[in-house]
């Protein structure tokens, strides 16, 4: 919130609500803090309001910065004030600056953060500080019991009596609206500041031993608090004020000037006001905290604050006005009130007479002035000028403030005990008593004789309803009577009983209140009922009167409460199920709050629209046009900011650092009528999506923030729904760790990627390295094998070609040829082999390739027709998963050749993404099975090829059958393609 807006508000409140002086003080709201309700420390000597809105309390150990709620230490604000100082004095200048006397450690300054002390070294006179006072042109003087120090521009001069000073020991001091400033100590001598030193005049109302000990400049008047009573210094001429004209004591320890006038006076027996030369008191058996008061300050919104020796006393207007003993009533024992057509207000009471109310004062009646008995039960206006007063002993009949007539069985009553009185519209006066109604006329009492024979029993309540129809409530049910017949008002045929208190509305509309049953409402014949459960605050209605504003007001067990008519009358109609009351609380008045039972009217609505009722406790009234608080919505400010556990300024925490994620707002609402039902709302925008609802709890929490711009948002509304919608707001930044960030991540991803692609490089290398070696090793095979084996064979087979030559016998040299033939085809297979092993690399390099060229060598020197059906080459298989791959395909080309006499034999290679697939296929004469599902023993091939296929992972089928050719198969998964 802006700081300067919060400034206009706060300063706004200065006109916006005071006490009303016309109130005695007894009828303030009063409060008190103690130790009990978190108080520091229980004596107050000084109270001083800064600007802001805050309530600065001094006391014998620290100063305390008070909200309404929360006691807060100096030490816990400005993080170097001094602890456990005695606090004598609190003063805020022009500049905002708050000063601070103490009892022994000098004058301190809080300004911002800073704090600055200044004592005996720094030129004071003294550490001892008693009172302060900021003058127009921007100096401060400090009251010491060595003189009188004034402080300019960071410069103490110090003056004593060479100067003029009454005393050296200066207890108070202040300045007249023109610049004159007065100072008073320990004699009754007055000093004068006349711009270059002082001139004192003696006081002539108090003895010459007397001390000043408060001083209070007020226009053209100068009050001094002595030790021997109040003066009023005017036009030279002084006025004395002491008990003797009801002043609580004659010490007086502080002053202070309300914003109409009033003087506030602070004694050593309480406290007393001065308004219009007319003094009002309150001690501390009306309630306060403790006798001695040290402090008395008026706040901003007119709440006086009275600080004593134990405990903060806060005394304001409350919506309702309590009228008890305290305030002139002759007993708190209430009973029927009642305004007469002459505007005088009478207040009936059990068992102290009958009181009159002239607007400020009660004045009473009793059985020594004419009443039949104390004990007034029932009051109304008669047909004529006069009043009716029923007791238990009979009826009295006042006119002009006096008993005129009394009435009792003897003038026709039929009981002497009166329960109700009730004037119809026709002016006839009724009295109901215990044994039965009779009416007033012609200066008796009559009793109709249906109702003399038929209403016998006591009677609680008398109304009329819009037809003209008496109405009668007893324990039985409540009657009718009309032209002289009697009938019985009946809902849903069951009687009504237990109606205490009938009202016809404006409309004509007749409401009773019931002992335990709710309310009823009699509407053209008919009776609706409304209870607790439908919205109803209490059962027990006692009385009920309306207000300009539709509401009726009702009294209860429970106190008081209003409910609009129109709620009440669509509820009836079936148009809503449920309404709402609105009670009184007696939290605002800090009193019981239960209305009496038994009287009539308990209610009674007075011609200005205030209404009065009668309690356990005294009258309550209440003007249902004010309620509503005429004050300004509550400041809102936020004090101070927790980031994981460590307390900061709201200003301090615009950037955060990375993890400081768990926060903690605490704020506050700076008004005092109502504090603890201030509620508030927040919202933390840019995390939150609505605003939450705290209620009156003045923290917020949050944990595990992420990174981000925020901005923290509270505002408030006081007790009558009166809301500052603009409230107090900090904004900060949280930054984020590095891995939070919004590079983070794609960076990962990038760095991801390389890695994956250095790792797939890397694989290629190492297969490449690995089939590079297989390469050399199958070279290294093929020059060994063909530098041994094959010429090896190929020296013996020229031999056995010679020796065959020269041998003679046809058959050996047959065998021998033989011989030489197997040995010529070992010798090919050899060299098959050796060129299997040097399969070209390039373009046409590849499984396809070297499959083509192997099966080609396999059948170029026989007459067999070769197809080869070879697709793409798979690639990034393995070199040891096409060796293996080769060797199988070789093996049964091979097979086909030898075995099967086959004419065509076809290869076919086919190769996918997800499997390689190969076969070799002939037409040849093919073999039987052996009964186990295994081919014949000695064929060690295929026992070969399988053992293969099993190594890299493939599926080897043979499908043969006799006569009908052989198929070999071979597939291998992509699972198994890069292994």
């Avoid at 029932?378 to 009043?387: I, T």
Wanted: with cysteine; net charge neutral; hydrophobic share 35%.
């Amino acid at each position: 919130m802006n700081r300067g807006l919060l400034l206009l508000m706060v300063l706004s409140l200065e006109t916006a609500f005071g006490l009303d002086p016309n109130r005695t003080l007894t009828q303030y709201v009063h409060r008190i803090w103690q130790m009990q309700q978190g108080l520091p420390q229980a004596t107050i000597s000084a109270i001083w309001q800064t600007q802001d809105g805050y309530l600065w309390l001094g006391t014998q150990s620290g100063l305390v910065r008070f909200d309404g709620v929360r006691f807060t230490s100096v030490e816990n604000v400005y993080r170097n004030a001094p602890a456990n100082i005695w606090v004598r004095e609190i003063l805020e200048d022009s500049n905002h600056t708050l000063w601070v006397g103490t009892n022994d450690a000098g004058l301190i300054r809080l300004e911002n953060d800073r704090v600055t002390t200044y004592s005996t070294k720094n030129g004071l006179p003294s550490d001892t500080v008693q009172c302060l006072v900021s003058t127009r042109n921007g100096d401060l003087w400090a009251c010491t019991p060595e003189g009188l120090a004034r402080t300019t521009g960071g410069t103490v001069q110090v003056y004593g009596t060479g100067q003029g000073l009454g005393s050296n020991n200066v207890r108070a001091a202040c300045e007249t609206g023109d610049g004159t400033l007065w100072a008073g100590g320990e004699n009754a001598r007055l000093s004068m500041w006349n711009g270059t030193g002082f001139i004192s005049r003696q006081l002539t109302s108090v003895p010459g031993d007397a001390g000043v000990r408060a001083l209070r400049c007020s226009g053209d008047v100068l009050w001094i608090g002595t030790t021997s009573g109040l003066i009023e210094l005017k036009d030279g001429h002084e006025r004395l004020f002491t008990v003797k004209n009801e002043l609580a004591d004659n010490w007086v320890l502080c002053l202070a000037v309300g914003r109409d006038g009033s003087l506030w006076i602070g004694t050593r027996n309480g406290f007393s006001r001065v308004r219009n030369s007319e003094v009002d008191t309150f001690r501390p058996q009306d309630g306060l905290s403790q006798s001695t008061v040290y402090s008395l300050f008026e706040d901003r919104e007119g709440s006086l604050w009275v600080g004593t020796k134990h405990g903060l006393n806060q005394f304001l207007d409350g919506r309702a006005g309590p009228y008890t003993m305290n305030e002139g009533l002759p007993s708190n024992d209430a009973g029927p009130p009642l305004q007469d057509r002459r505007g005088k207000i009478w207040v009936g009471t059990l068992g102290a007479g009958l009181a009159r109310f002239d607007g400020r004062r009660f004045s009473v009646l009793t059985t020594a002035q004419g009443l039949l008995s104390n004990s007034i039960y029932a009051l109304s206006e008669d047909g004529g000028d006069g009043l009716g007063a029923g007791t238990d002993h009979g009826l009295n009949r006042l006119q002009d403030g006096r008993v005129a007539q009394t009435y009792t069985t003897a003038q026709g009553l039929p009981a002497n005990q009166i329960r109700s009185l009730f004037r119809e519209r026709s002016g006839t006066l009724w009295v109901g008593t215990s044994a039965g109604p009779a009416a007033f006329e012609n200066g008796k009492f009559l009793q109709p004789a249906v109702l003399q024979s038929s209403m016998r029993d006591p009677i609680l309540a008398i109304g009329e309803d819009r037809d003209r129809r008496l109405l009668f409530a007893t324990s039985r049910g409540v009657f009718f009577y009309s032209g002289g017949k009697i009938g019985e008002l009946r809902q849903e045929n069951a009687p009504l009983r237990a109606v205490d208190a009938f009202f016809l509305d404006q409309d004509g509309l007749l409401w009773m209140g019931m002992m335990g049953g709710g309310l009823r409402l009699l509407d053209r014949g008919r009776v609706f009922s409304y209870f607790t459960r439908d919205g109803l605050f209490d059962n027990e209605i006692y009385g009920i009167a309306e207000d300009n504003q539709d509401r009726l007001w009702m009294a209860c067990s429970k106190g008081i409460f209003s409910v609009p008519r129109s709620d009440l009358r669509r509820f009836a109609a079936g148009e809503i199920k449920r309404f709402n009351s609105s009670p009184y609380s007696p939290t605002d008045a800090l009193r019981v709050i239960e209305c009496k039972p038994g009287v009539q009217p308990a209610v009674a609505r007075m011609l200005g629209g205030r209404i009065w009722f009668s309690t356990i406790q005294g009258l309550i009234v209440l003007d249902p046009q004010h309620l509503q608080r005429n004050v300004p919505p509550p400041p809102v400010v936020i004090e101070e900011v927790t980031v994981n556990g460590e307390r900061k300024g709201p200003d301090v925490i615009a950037k955060l650092p990375p993890g400081q994620k768990n926060l903690e707002f605490r704020y506050t609402g700076l008004s005092f009528l109502a504090a603890g039902r201030i509620t508030f709302r927040y919202m933390l925008e840019g995390y939150d999506k609505d605003w939450i609802a705290a209620g009156t709890r003045r923290e917020a929490f949050y944990t595990n923030l992420p990174s981000g711009h925020f901005r923290f948002r509270v505002t408030a509304c006081n007790s009558d729904g009166v809301c500052n919608e603009t409230g107090d707001a900090v904004a900060f930044a949280l930054a984020s760790h590095y891995y939070q960030r919004i590079w983070f991540l794609p960076l990962c991803a990038v760095l991801v990627g390389l890695a994956i692609l250095l790792a797939y490089q890397f694989r290629i290398r190492r297969l490449r390295e690995q089939f590079s070696l297989i390469l050399t090793e199958r070279n290294r095979i093929a020059r060994e094998l063909h530098d041994t084996l094959m010429q090896g064979f190929s020296g013996i087979t020229m031999e056995m070609q010679a020796l065959a030559g020269r041998m003679r016998s046809p058959d050996e040299r047959t065998t021998l040829e033989e011989i030489i033939r197997d040995a010529g085809a070992c010798l090919r297979e050899t060299r098959r082999s050796v060129a299997g092993l040097r399969s070209p690399e390039g373009p046409e390099s590849g499984l396809g390739a070297a499959i083509a060229q192997a099966a080609r060598h396999i059948t170029e020197a026989k007459n067999i027709r070769l197809k080869l059906k070879l697709g793409k080459s798979p690639q990034g298989l393995p070199a040891d998963v096409e060796y293996n791959l080769l060797r199988i395909v070789s093996e049964a080309v091979s097979n086909s050749v030898k075995h099967s006499g086959a004419r065509v034999i076809e290869v076919a290679l086919n190769s996918t993404p997800e499997v390689v697939r190969l076969s070799v296929k002939d037409d040849g004469s093919g073999f039987a099975r052996e009964g186990n599902g295994n081919v014949r023993p000695g064929h060690y091939g295929l026992i070969g090829m399988k053992e293969r296929a099993t190594q890299i992972g493939a599926d080897l089928q043979l499908a043969s059958e006799p006569g009908r050719g052989t198929t070999v198969s071979v597939v291998l998964p992509a699972s198994e393609n890069h292994k």
